[in-house]
Structures are given as C-alpha cells and as structure tokens.
C-alpha cells in the first residue's frame, strides 16, 4: 500500500452502496480513503476491512474523546482492522493521549494523530465556550499537547498548517481537511484552504470530500488535484 499521495478523499456517505460505487472509481495509487462517523456507525468495520483489502490506505476518522483507557483499547481495535492512520481528539488531555500512545507503540502501528480545533469552528464557538483565545492559539496549544504526548501528528485546519510546521518540526504530520478548489463552494467549513496554497504552507495530507466525491468524474478530478500540487 506504500503510495506517495497526499490526498486522503472524505467518503461521506450514507450507505456502503454509494461509498463503493465511488471507491469503484478511485485507484489506490492515487489516494487514501477516510471513513467517519456516519459510515462507520452504519457500515461497521467490515466496511473498513472490505476497502483495506482492495489496497486503500484507510484513515479511520472517529475522534476518539473518553477516560485514557477506553480511548487506549478503542485504539487498539481500529488498529486491529489494518487502518493507516486514525485520531482521537487532543481536548481529551495528553494524560488520554499518551495512554493511546502506549497501546500504539509498535513498529507496524497506524499513525496516531489528534484533532485540534475543527475546520468547521471559529472565533464565534470559542467565544461560547467563555474561552480567551483564538482560533490560532488554540490549534497551537493543543499541537503542542498532542506532541509532547508523543503522537505522531494533529488534524488541523491549513490556515494553521504555516504556523505548526514552524513549530513542530518536519516530521510532525499535519492532516488539513477544510480543503477546496478555487471554484467550489465552501459548504459548512469556514476556515478553507486550497490544495496548492495548503501543500505550499506545510501540510502532509489533503482531506477532500464534495469536490471529488461529488464530481460527475471524481478520478479525473483527483488526478487534476495531483497535477496541480506536483
């Protein structure tokens, strides 16, 4: 499954008849595959080993938040479905964080990442909360949580991805969703970001949803993203 692309494609659907009437369209050279909340609750993990069979790397996209040994043992058994990558949410402490590390710490473990300050929230959320900060602040701090927990990087918005590669090093994965081409609508992020300009600001992985898979020709407009960012 060894591939260098760093388009992770948001299969947001209902049902598994239309996550592999896409999938049927993709090619594991080109791509990895997220699977959330949504589809897993309906789909289960026989979804996610059916797409890890046909040699897709599979980003299990659950977000993990509870006591440090539920999240450790949940970790353990998407692990145990051959996912790449999966997170759990850093606003569960780095206590939790590092207790998922633990569990994870094999040489064939998945990447193990958290999300920081979701794509679809701003300064508005923050301000509910009664929390002095911004935005900016707030991904940082808990970048930097998630890296003394030992992780091996965080979901976060591209807008920050400038900012936490200077900070965190090279070798801290920064997983951008909140992607968009040029010309798409931004749906119900707010914080967006295009493929190019999130590459150029030090991002590992693109997480694209609506503008792939809701194409009339979701690969070529995948190839068309690879071409742009090469």
Known sequence: MSQTSPIIVALD??????????????????????????????????????????????????????????????CVAAADLGVWMLNVHALGGEKMMAAARQELSGD???????????????QAELDALGLDTTPQQMV??????????????????????SMLRKSMGDDFCLVTPGIRLADAAQDDQQR????????????SYLVIGRPITQAAEPCKVLRTIISDIS
């Not at 999938?23 to 949504?38: A, D, M, N, T, Y």
């Not at 940082?140 to 991805?161: F, I, W």
């Not at 967006?192 to 991002?203: E, S, Y």
């Open 13 to 74: 659907f209902p049902s598994e008849r239309e996550t592999m009437q896409l999938v049927e369209q993709l090619e594991p050279s080109l791509c990895r595959l997220k699977v959330g909340k949504e589809l897993f609750t309906r789909c289960g993990p026989s979804l996610v080993k059916k797409l890890v069979d046909r040699n897709f790397d599979v980003f299990l996209d659950l977000k993990y938040h509870d006591i440090p040994n539920t999240v450790a043992k949940a």
């Open 108 to 122: 064939d473990s998945p990447l193990l990442i958290a999300v920081t300050w979701l794509t679809s929230s701003g």
């Open 140 to 161: 940082a701090r808990l970048a930097q949580m998630t890296k003394n927990a030992g992780l091996d990087g965080v979901v976060c918005s591209a807008q920050e991805a």
């Open 192 to 203: 967006v970001v295009t493929p190019q300009k999130a590459i150029k600001d030090g991002a």
